[in-house]
């Protein structure tokens, strides 16, 4: 399941056309077994996310949960203390329920000045070692300087950008699937 913002919900598009949705069709086919799960609200913010969390956890029940989150936040400058907290409920609160979770860096705007974009981005590094979780780079770093694959916001990927991050997602996804797979065959022994 992927737990995030605009940038995983396919912002100004169909859900089918955005990453998560390409990975679906993608799996449909390669990887039937998997069932890839889509709980990504543009504008989301991490206490939003927080809030529907046991409502998303019981109706999908999840194995594993990428979450890509914070960049909402960090827009309406919400302290990164806030962040941190927020992100470590959704944090304990998956590891609870025995679901594997995975991070993703997120950035912002280099217009929020120097100080609160380091301490921003400093956020993710930090929660997924004290958490033993997997940091995930943030996808946008590849897509974010190119206008062609942005749109006219400059904040969110276009349609054009959708199959790249999908490329770029698809083998961390597979890792964390892989981490389960290997976790219940170690459990069997």
Known sequence: MVLGDSLSAGYGMAQSESWVGILQQRWQQSQ???????????????QGALNRLDGVIERHQPTVVFVELGGNDG??????????????QIIARLQQQGIVVALSQVRI???YGPRYSEMFAEVFPQLAEQHQITLVPFFMEQIIGDDSLMQGDGIHPNRAAQPMIADIMEPHLLALLEQVTIAKTEGKE
Not at 75 to 88: A, E, V, Y
């Open 32 to 46: 039937p077994q998997i069932t890839l799960v889509n709980a990504s609200i543009s504008g989301d913010t991490t």
């Open 75 to 88: 827009l309406r400058g919400f302290t990164p203390n806030t962040i941190s907290d927020n992100l470590t």
């Open 109 to 111: 705007p280099p217009n």
